[in-house]
């Protein structure tokens, strides 16, 4: 369960291994960018995985006008259609993105992957396994700081597809030789307001980064409330740069824009009170 297509860039390697349903929650299609659900169609293909019903559903756009908006049924209706793909597939484990505080759409998808769990588990009484997976820190720190999950190290050749794979994946060129070198070419993520959280991110990463892939079991009790318990999160501050720089009028914030959702997500989870609300902006 990915929020952008190339997520599944960073867990090729079990990608290859598992040959999972791949949900996409948005077509990759960010301010002025082209949708890029045609080269993770590729990827997904080449590697034997297959595409789920909920597969590059929104424009990035759309996500970031429903979150402005309050507009939370968007969001209660995609955990409703998730829980019951997945108990329409029989599925026993899921894995996503990790809410990491880095873009507001990867943590909103995060929350609603947690909420379509908890759905699974009210109306079947199964608990799903439900994993996630960093995609802007090394990740075999988690398997040392003694978190519960699933490791997978690459062997050569599965390391070297995978890095091949990666590179020759076009819209996300960009992304790619800043997590792999170490070198970024943006101007905003630059500038001295940010540049050592910048640094601090990519500075652990390169090449061997990707070798291993690991997967944190989420404990149940820890559902939904992740998005919420953080520090400030990075998008707000990037957030306020861009507005600086005239590139976006606004900016998204956990509390004004991610907290409604969450509660919204909470209450179907659950069974409790409305499903959605919206306000105006």
């Not at 953080?230 to 501050?237: H, I, K, L, T, V």
Request: hydrophobic share 40%; proline share 5%; charged share 25%.
């Amino acid at each position: 369960m990915i929020a952008h297509p190339g997520h599944e860039l960073a867990v090729h390697g079990w990608m290859e291994i598992a040959r999972p349903h791949v949900f996409v929650l948005t077509d990759g299609s960010g301010a002025g960018s082209v949708p890029r659900l045609g080269s993770t169609s590729k990827v997904l293909q080449a590697a034997g995985a297959t595409p789920g019903s909920v597969f590059g559903r929104m424009p990035e756009q759309a996500v970031y006008r429903a979150l402005i908006g309050k507009d939370t049924g968007i969001f209660t209706a995609l955990a409703e259609e998730l829980a019951e793909a997945l108990i329409k597939g029989g599925f026993d484990r899921v894995y996503g993105d990790m809410e990491e505080g880095f873009n507001p759409v990867h943590d909103t998808w995060r929350m609603v992957l947690d909420a379509a769990v908890a759905i699974v588990k009210r109306k079947t009484g199964h608990q799903l396994e439900n994993y996630d997976f960093s995609l802007f820190r090394r990740q075999d720190t988690f398997h040392s700081a003694g978190q519960q999950g699933a490791r997978v190290e690459l062997e050569s050749e599965a390391f070297m597809r995978k890095l091949k794979v990666a590179r020759a994946y076009p819209e996300l060129a960009p992304e790619v030789l800043a997590a792999t070198e170490g070198i970024v070419d943006n101007p905003i993520l630059n500038d001295p307001k940010i540049r050592d959280q910048v640094k601090k991110i990519l500075g652990s990463l390169g090449l061997d980064a990707f070798r291993v892939e690991y997967f944190r079991r989420l404990p149940s009790t820890k559902l939904l409330q992740q998005a919420l318990d953080s520090d400030r999160p990075f998008y707000e501050a990037y957030g306020e740069l861009l507005v600086a720089a005239g590139q976006y009028r606004g900016v998204l914030r956990r509390d004004l824009h991610l907290a409604p959702v969450a509660e919204a997500l909470r209450c179907v989870a659950e069974a409790k009170g409305p499903a959605s609300t919206a306000e105006e902006s």
